[in-house]
């Protein structure tokens, strides 16, 4: 039993930032990888970061390499995604997840992570 709850995300204009929280729960969440994918109308769900369960090592997406950055805190079992440089393409709705797993050999498939948030909406405008 994991649930997984995003917040923090909004409208803001072309340039500015968001900090994304994802809230663990219901199950020990130091010992999963976790990861940040994203879903615009129409389109499928592409991946934007994942990181460790220890968050030693994390990966990127290239659109989002260097504006960017995820992190976690397992003492408040709170990942994040803070994303400055916002663009429009940024637009989409963004989903938090967690695998059963301390690692993933390809942190960027979708069907290596077991638990999924409802989702929240990022609106970049220009």
């Known amino acids: 039993q994991v649930q997984l709850v995003e917040s923090g995300g909004g409208l803001v204009q072309a340039g500015g930032s968001l900090r994304l929280s994802c809230a663990a729960s219901?199950?020990?969440?130091?010992?999963?990888?976790m990861a940040w994918f994203r879903q615009a109308p129409g389109k499928e769900r592409d991946f934007v970061a994942a990181i460790t369960w220890n968050g030693l090592n994390t990966d990127y997406a290239d659109s989002v390499k260097d504006r960017f950055t995820i992190s976690r805190d397992n003492a408040k079992n709170t990942m994040y995604l803070q994303m400055n440089n916002l663009k429009p393409e940024d637009t989409a709705v963004y989903y938090c997840?967690?695998?059963?797993?301390?690692?993933?050999?390809?942190?960027?498939?979708?069907?290596?992570?077991?638990?999924w948030g409802q989702g929240i909406q990022v609106t970049v405008s220009s």
């Open positions: 997840c967690a695998a059963n797993t301390g690692t993933t050999a390809r942190p960027r498939s979708v069907g290596l992570y077991d638990y």
């Open positions: 219901g199950r020990t969440f130091s010992r999963y990888a």
